[in-house]
């Protein structure tokens, strides 16, 4: 592994030990097997090819880049759509498989501010917000602020993970007790 995923990013903030397990000692998490994962992937590639040609004027939308894998020394992600704003600036904007119910998932967040600093290193242009359509609610748009410190919050967490592989640390477990009733890793986390 020569770049972290905002999946990555997103274990780490979840519980540090996901790192520990899954790349230090190589358990795999089979995530693939969930639904959601799976049903998420088809959307995806459903929503690329439905709106090639579509621009969302609304929310200042001059050109877009569709399907974006972009990478730097530290991160890589693929972006559902790479938006050019009539301010000079630019935005994600990912597509969720999703119904949305008045709350912003904190892991909607973190992908966003990955996503934004890719862009900024790979377009040379100022990232402040982003956007997530929420399939399952009728398409609804949610615009999410970003600032410089979310996005130096997700390097941060990067030299964390590699901290982490590195050394062979073996990190606290996260500390909301609440997120181990459903971890993949459960059986073998020692609290």
């Known amino acids: 592994m020569t770049t972290l995923t905002p999946s990555h990013i997103i274990e780490y903030l979840f519980c540090p030990r996901f790192t520990y397990f899954e790349y230090v000692l190589g358990i795999p998490q089979h995530e693939d097997k969930y639904y959601k ?103 609804h748009l949610l615009e999410v602020p970003i600032s410089s410190e979310n996005k130096a919050q997700v390097k941060q967490c990067a030299e964390n993970i590699w901290k982490i592989i590195d050394s062979n640390f073996y990190p606290k477990a996260t500390k909301y007790k609440k997120r181990c009733v459903d971890c993949t890793y459960r059986n073998i986390c020692i609290k």
Not at 75 to 95: C, F, H, K, Q, S
Not at 112 to 128: M, S
């Open 37 to 139: 994962v799976i049903k998420g992937r088809e959307v995806h590639d459903e929503k690329l090819e439905q709106n090639k040609t579509y621009l969302r004027k609304k929310i200042g939308v001059v050109n877009k880049y569709l399907d974006q894998y972009l990478t730097n020394t530290w991160l890589r992600g693929r972006i559902d759509e790479v938006l050019e704003l009539n301010d000079g600036t630019m935005a994600p904007l990912d597509y969720k498989f999703a119904e949305f119910k008045d709350k912003l998932f904190e892991t909607y967040k973190i992908q966003q501010y990955c996503y934004a600093a890719l862009i900024e290193e790979n377009f040379g242009k100022e990232v402040n917000k982003g956007f997530i359509v929420y399939i399952r609610s009728n398409h």
